[in-house]
């Protein structure tokens, strides 16, 4: 091979590293990476790609035969790392690095960082650092609409806010105890069939999608939206935009691809509700809502099969019924359950539960899973 | 030329690998499924079936709009992911003849897996493969 082949040749080895480390949306980290194969690499910043889903810092390293290979660290998103007071500019190119993290699962030079130390001052940069809330002495009231029913979204005086950092980030029945990681990732995928009633076919569907530690998810893969359930489980949060006036709920994403949800509040049907959907089933479904006692109670059916309704993978048919209750049981807490009931997929009902917590006095964070796709 | 050939052998292959690919959904057999039953003189070498399920059977139809034969018995066991179809169809002289369809899914998790199998009937037997659409 001529040097000119070999330049051509390295140049698309290069654009082919870029795009398959940048190219996929938001993760399962397991999806990608494995865990059980740590490494640490030591070199020198090359380009640092600060965009969503995934921040990456290109480096320089020298090999086992003393040559020059580029590897792609990946860490979190824009939005991630944002929170935790870093920025583009903390790690610069030229910069001497060590980082230490798992090791792509089909053998590219790409690994997820879980630590990365600047050389020249030896402190850790690019980490996520979980936030911490105040919690009240005494829980603050719920707010309210002159009404008297409970104000789920924005507060007098136009205040911002939205539900963020779910006490769950996945679906299992209630009482259940099988051990998974955030992603829905099972430590054990003999456990799968307790996670839920599912139909033999579901139950082997889940087993397959957990072997393959989730790397089809269509919400990862395709940018699918999250779904009715898996949507107050996802990232950057929700946020309830109340209309009144015309009698409907928005359930605005904040990651994902930044969709919305609708729920009717105005005692339609959730047949024909939508002019030209209706026999067309939805991401969302068709959503019916009413207050019960301080709870709104939303019923949705009509969802589509081209998404994954939960973190970890449970199947779904387009038999899938929803009835979620959010209770807003004082003012930085909500409480969400739902009863899924899917003859398609499932032996019976079954319920689920967890909380989100008020982030007041911020929008949702601005993360776009289409960003940096080809 | 080698060159060129070279090349664009090097960048198809790794476009992809890094290609997306769309998932697998809902039931694994539902959906709309075009292929070929190889050696079938009676119905040609092309098939088209639709498949739904409905929470406890699969039902769907071979060839619907041509041929249109109801699937009288359809399985699929979780267990490897084997699939088994039966139809009843008609032959040019008003005779029946009875499709037996045993196959095996493959690329479980992509939206266009495939079934791969064989039939046979009355009339012959073959290879059978079909993607889904």
Not at chain 1, 54 to 62: L, Q
Not at chain 1, 326 to 350: I, N, S
């Amino acid at each position: 091979m001529t040097a000119g082949v070999r330049t051509i040749v390295g140049l698309v080895c290069a654009a082919w590293l870029l795009l398959s480390a940048s190219g996929s949306a938001h993760h399962a980290i397991g999806a990608k990476f494995d865990d059980t194969k740590a490494t640490t690499i030591n070199g020198v910043v090359t380009l640092v790609d600060w965009t969503n889903p995934h921040v990456h810092v290109f480096v320089n390293v020298k090999d086992a035969k003393g040559q020059i290979v580029n590897w792609a660290v990946e860490l979190e998103s824009t939005v991630d790392l944002q929170r935790s007071g870093w920025s583009k500019d903390t790690v610069q190119t030229g910069d001497a690095v060590t980082v230490q993290g798992i090791v792509a699962r089909n053998g590219t030079r790409q690994v997820y960082g879980r630590s990365v130390v600047l050389s020249k001052t030896g402190r850790q940069v690019l980490n996520v650092v979980p936030p911490v809330f105040k919690t009240p002495l005494q829980p603050r009231p719920t707010p309210k609409w002159p009404d008297g029913l409970p104000r789920l979204g924005q507060l007098p005086g136009g205040v911002g806010g939205y539900w963020g950092y779910p006490s769950s980030t996945v679906l299992a029945e209630n009482g259940v105890n099988a051990p998974m990681d955030e992603y829905g990732q099972l430590k054990n995928v003999a456990d799968a069939s307790k996670v839920a009633p599912m139909q033999p076919w579901a139950l082997a569907l889940y087993e397959n999608r957990q072997r393959r530690f989730l790397q089809d998810d269509p919400t990862y893969l395709n940018c699918k939206p999250p779904g009715g359930v898996r949507q107050f489980q996802q990232p950057y949060g929700i946020q309830f935009v109340e209309d009144r006036e015309r009698q409907r709920i928005f359930v605005l994403l904040g990651g994902g691809n930044h969709n919305y949800r609708i729920v009717y509040m105005d005692g339609r049907s959730q047949t024909g509700q939508v002019g030209g959907d209706d026999d067309n089933p939805l991401y969302y479904g068709r959503s019916v809502g009413r207050w019960d006692n301080g709870t709104l109670v939303v019923d949705t059916r009509g969802f589509n099969e081209d998404f994954w309704f939960t973190n970890g993978g449970l199947p779904h048919t387009d038999q899938l019924h929803l009835v979620e209750r959010f209770t807003r049981t004082d003012f930085d807490t909500l409480k969400y359950e739902v009863t899924v009931e899917d003859r398609g997929a499932y032996t019976r009902p079954w319920s689920s539960g967890w909380t989100l917590r008020w982030v007041g006095g911020e929008e949702l964070p601005t993360y776009f899973c289409q960003d940096n796709r080809p | 030329m080698q060159r060129r050939a070279f090349i664009i052998t090097v960048l198809a292959g790794m476009l992809a690998t890094g290609a997306g690919v769309l998932a697998q959904e809902g039931h694994p057999l539902k959906g709309s499924w075009i292929g070929t039953w190889t050696g079938n003189t009676v119905h040609g070498n092309d098939v088209l079936l639709v498949l739904t399920w409905d929470g406890k059977a699969i039902t769907g139809t071979i060839n619907p709009g041509t041929d249109n034969m109801a699937i009288k018995n359809a399985s699929l066991n979780p267990d490897g992911w084997a699939v088994h179809l039966e139809a009843d169809a008609k032959d040019k002289s008003g005779a029946t003849i009875t499709y037996v369809i045993d196959g095996k899914i493959e690329n479980l998790a992509f939206h266009n897996r495939t079934i791969t199998g064989t039939w046979k009937s009355q009339r012959g037997t073959g290879a059978f493969k079909i993607g889904r659409q």
